[in-house]
Nanobody
Framework: VQLQASGGGLVQAGGSLRLSCAAS????????MGWFRQAPGKEREFVAA????????YYADSVRGRFTISRDNGKKVVYLQMNSLKPEDTAAYYC??????????????????WGQGTQVTVSS
């Protein structure tokens, strides 16, 4: 499975960005797609996750109400719409996929495939 993330950039506080993650290869082996982020000197943290088959998405408390994860099953693309961005949202954002269908805010160690990061910088 290959994951290609895109859409990062520089935005002012209060602004919006939409990240995309295109999945290819043996995508039928994956059940859940997630977004994580990692700021310099910090551990990679869970942001949001969604199942290809449906059900409610999951969000970290820090982004709930501001970020929305969605998917396009036909295109095998997962999106992360980020609104009301804050300087503390600045990080490299990574998309990931996992084979198991365990729901919830599964940590990074629970994911099997990773894309490259896309940088999001929010200026104050």
């Amino acid at each position: 499975v290959q994951l290609q993330a895109s859409g990062g950039g520089l935005v002012q506080a209060g602004g919006s960005l939409r990240l995309s993650c295109a999945a290819s290869g043996r995508t039928f082996s994956t059940n859940v797609m997630g977004w994580f982020r990692q700021a310099p000197g910090k551990e990679r943290e869970f942001v949001a996750a969604i199942s290809w088959s449906g059900g409610s998405p999951y969000y970290a408390d820090s982004v709930r109400g501001r970020f929305t994860i969605s998917r396009d099953n036909g295109k095998k693309v997962v999106y992360l719409q980020m609104n009301s961005l804050k300087p503390e949202d600045t990080a490299a954002y990574y998309c990931a996929a996992k084979r198991t269908a365990v729901p919830g805010a599964v940590p990074a160690s629970g994911y099997d495939y990773w894309g490259q990061g896309t940088q999001v910088t929010v200026s104050s």
